[in-house]
């Protein structure tokens, strides 16, 4: 890796960026599956939406025997709407960054991290809640056994 082609970044007086030719090659390809990636979480959710609506319709017509109703059917669709949006940051990363690294501009580098720390930051957002709504349905159903 000593004789590498090196990609000069260079953006704002403070500083420079330079990414060798591998990395660039590594994060071309990073850019190529995150896109696939992209593509297959919106099949997801549209499938899920879909899914959610068809789910929903029947529960609603089994309503006297299924006391839930329709609700399954809303919880697909709010299920495929949370999903949409870290699928919508990747699709855009991914989008950016092949852009930035062929034309060399450093700011769609900079748009494309962008859209990636939105997905983890969103991403993240979601398993706090995920891990907190799991934390209070063990300590409930643990006051529920103690009770019973």
Known sequence: MENENIIDLNHESSGSLSITSTAASFLKETAGWGKFLAIVGFV??????????????????MGQE?????SIGIIYVAMGALYFFPALYLFKY???????????NTEELAAAFENEKSMFKFMGILMIILLGTYALVIV???LFAVAA
């Open 44 to 61: 997801c959710v549209g499938l899920m939406v879909i899914g959610g609506f068809f789910v929903g319709s029947l529960m609603a017509t």
């Open 140 to 142: 409930g159903a643990m």
């Open 94 to 104: 991914s989008t950016k960054l092949k852009q930035a690294l062929a034309t060399k």
């Open 66 to 70: 299924n006391p839930l109703g329709g």
